[in-house]
């Protein structure tokens, strides 16, 4: 749907009150050793792993610009360790997040963490974009919305729909762009059919675009839906059927 040339302005476990019998056998207490060293062992594999997780994340968020990109650039050159690594990404995601203020500009790891997330195909992933959405700072806002509709994330179309209520979406030219980009990149039936909405209230270019893009759609874009996509393609003659019905 998107046209070329089109503009575009993240246990040890506590073993307590333990009930001990009266007498234990050899075997008792050999079994008993036995679970002592595997729960150990297990507190400290699990503090190792958290240690190591801590140490990414600490590169995520620390003070220094370039180890956060650099970071962030390692981890889109080896996929194979993306999905291990998105617990920290978010965690580190939602910092930048909060320590980002209004009014001064996302810093380019913050962008970089918001499109590798992006890219990693999982429900997390999704709901940390969708909860994005609604962050206070407009560009990181933006970025969150363009990586849900350029990777796909199908179940953040309602929630894109709802940018619409926001102010910067009457006000901004901008950010009303980025979000019929986000929809549009998408593909889905849902998502056109929002477009053909939102047009109504759109003038000028951005109503152009819209139009344009939707006369690109094929029955491809309604998964082969062909009673859905004659009335994308012609609704008066859908609604005068019901009528007659």
């Known amino acids: 749907l998107v046209r070329e040339g089109m503009p575009f302005m993240g246990p040890a476990g506590i073993l307590s009150n333990v009930s001990m019998p009266r007498r234990l056998s050899f075997a008792g207490l050999t079994l008993f050793a036995c679970a002592a060293v595997a729960f150990a062992s297990l507190g400290l594999s699990t503090a190792a792993g958290a240690e190591r997780k801590s140490k990414l994340y600490r590169s995520l968020v620390g003070r220094n ?58 429900p997390e992933s999704e709901a940390v974009l969708v909860e994005l959405l609604d962050s206070a700072h407009l560009g990181i806002a933006m970025v969150s919305a363009e990586a849900l509709g350029s990777n796909k994330f199908f179940g953040a179309i309602e929630a894109l729909k709802k940018q619409v209520d926001r102010s910067e979406f009457r006000e901004m030219y901008a950010f009303r762009f980025n979000l019929v980009r986000a929809l549009a990149q998408m593909d889905h039936p849902d998502a056109i059919e929002y477009l053909v909405v939102i047009s109504e209230s759109l003038d000028g270019q951005l109503r152009h675009h819209i139009e344009t893009l939707l006369d690109s759609v094929t029955l491809q874009h309604f998964r082969g839906d062909e009673e859905r996509y004659e009335a994308f393609r012609n609704p008066e003659a859908v609604q005068q059927v019901s009528a007659e019905e």
């Open 65 to 122: 610009e370039v180890v956060r990109i650099r970071t962030i650039q390692r981890l889109i050159s080896d996929a194979a360790s993306q999905r291990d690594a998105l617990d920290d990404l978010i965690s580190a995601v939602k910092q930048h997040s909060d320590s980002t203020e209004p009014d001064e500009l996302a810093k380019p790891s913050t962008v970089a963490l918001i499109n590798l997330i992006g890219k990693i195909n999982e």
